[in-house]
């Protein structure tokens, strides 16, 4: 067994022996580890449904069908990159829904920042290094009647070059730990681990003010021009200034008013 686990680990693959091993000291409901799969979301989701405990975790080494919003395509090619989705199952989360995408970006941030990167968040769902995308959120949620039984949490992370996806099937651009580290960067495991630690910390302070604090100080293009795009409606130019305390962003408009941008299938660009 040892001598499995030390090959995997010259060789820098995943497997779940070693992945329990290192996050054993997470209070982990329950982890599924595949070495390939369609997308670490539907199987969380699937597996909610059926009564995974609270912070149950799917990791896969790849995704054949990952998923962004509004089924846009997540690539995690085989041995490049981190994909897991986390199952939420707690009512001290109701009152805070709309914050944890912002539990999540932090999670991730702060890994990137243990690693001596600059990361930024792209609100409302995506991590920047060097203003290029380096990781995604997608948050989804299981329905019991009216009620929110569970929710899905999904985490992509580019760490070697190989996750980067071509730039034609791409609208943004996008690149890895590795690239902006410019050396080999800590194992997938690890960097997984940085993450969930991250996760545990913020999400206990999910009605706090230090949550939209710290996640205010890391947005992308604070203080610069951007335009948000909503489906179906004219894109809004503006200042950005910051978030509401639901987490929704603040913008000044071209006449200096106030908009308030909720979350929703909207996409954030530089206009520069
Ligand atoms: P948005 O860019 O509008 O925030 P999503 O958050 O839904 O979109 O993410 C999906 C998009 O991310 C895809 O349409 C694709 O352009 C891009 N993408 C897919 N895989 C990766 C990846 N591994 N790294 C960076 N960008 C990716």
Redesign the pocket.
Known sequence: MRDFVGTCQVLNLMNEISLKRTLSKINLGGLRYFDSIGSTNDNALAWAAEGARDLSIVIADEQTQGR???N?????PKGS?LAFSLILRSSALSPHLSRIVGVAALSITESFSGLGLDPRIKWP??ILLNDK?TA?I?VETVWSGDDIDSLVIGM?I?VYKA???PAE????P?TSIEDVLEKKPPSREKILLNVLNAFVYWRERIGTDELINAWERILAFRGEQVQVHTAGEIPITGELLGLESDGSLRLSDVHDKSVIIRFGDV?LRPTA
């Open positions: 962004g919003r509004l846009r395509k997540w690539f995690t990159g769902n995506d995308k995604g997608l992509g580019n996750s980067v996806p099937l791409i609208q943004f996008a996409s």
